[in-house]
């Protein structure tokens, strides 16, 4: 009388219905959209940026590498620069190693001090 039999038990719970799908998938929805928003765009808008700032280099700017490198462009192929770095000393690097355009006299106010 105190025992209810297994049939009994397992037809009781009618209740519980399974989430939707929506539901089911909106959080990993929104994480998504948080990370396309933190991290791809920015970095996807630095690139083009990079890019950009690279293709304009010409003759004469003062650069600066990404191995810490600076020196003015003497002269500007399709993939590489020739870039002095002292008097009379130059060196070859590829584009994309340029990390930054800096501005005219730079170079020449590190080699006063």
């Known amino acids: 009388m105190f025992f209810i039999s297994d049939a009994m ?3 009781a719970p009618t209740a519980a219905q399974q989430p ?4 089911t998938f909106l959080p990993l929805i929104l994480i998504f959209g948080v990370m396309y928003f ?3 765009r920015p970095q996807v808008k630095r690139q083009k940026e990079l ?3 690279v293709s304009s280099i010409e003759k004469g700017d003062e650069i600066i ?3 810490g490198v600076l020196g003015r462009v003497i002269k500007v192929t399709e ?3 020739v870039i002095e770095v002292s008097d009379g000393v130059s060196i070859v690097v590829q584009r994309n ?3 930054t355009v800096m501005p005219k006299g730079t170079l020449k106010d590190t080699r006063e001090g």
């Open 79 to 81: 993939a590489f620069l």
């Open 9 to 11: 038990a397992e037809v």
């Open 97 to 99: 190693a340029v990390a």
């Open 51 to 53: 890019k950009k700032l």
């Open 65 to 67: 590498t990404n191995g």
């Open 38 to 40: 933190l991290l791809i």
């Open 20 to 23: 939707s799908l929506i539901a």
